[in-house]
């Protein structure tokens, strides 16, 4: 829970977190209770020290439809070496697997042009785009 938490409250990445504003600890463990019951949430570690660097989540499955979404995220400092495109290639590989998917959608807000840019460098095609869907204050 801590690290996720630090990330939580870190001011550089505010704008990814729904709610977008400074929560208690006990307020973050019942967010974090909510996002872990209604999804699937793996935490990222880093290989040598086996540290907790990022996570990998997916949320709003259509078991239906066959469609999901998903989103990569690692923590500053660890960016740029590779560890979101091993996650998410792991998460994709264990979700085609295992779950009767024909689509997963990549959630990412429009200003966060490194994450566009590796799922489009993976064979992301962008499908949509929701218009001042997230406010940044």
């Known amino acids: 829970f801590e690290s996720y938490y630090r990330w939580r409250l870190d ?56 469609w999901a979404f998903f989103t990569v995220y690692v923590a500053d400092g660890y960016r740029s070496k590779g560890h979101g495109a091993e996650a998410g290639l792991l998460l994709l590989d264990y979700l085609f697997s295992y779950y009767a998917l024909r689509k997963l959608y990549a959630d990412t807000l429009e200003f966060n042009q490194q994450s566009l840019s590796s799922l489009q460098s993976a064979g ?14």
């Open 124 to 137: 992301f095609e962008v499908e949509g785009r929701r218009i001042d869907h997230a406010f940044l204050h």
């Open 11 to 66: 001011l550089h990445e505010f704008g990814i977190w729904k709610g977008r504003r400074i929560v208690t600890h006990g307020e973050f463990v019942q967010e974090l209770r909510g996002i872990i019951e209604g999804s699937l949430l793996l935490t990222v570690l880093e290989r040598r020290s086996l540290a907790p660097i990022g996570f990998v989540q997916v949320y709003d499955h259509s078991h239906e439809d066959g």
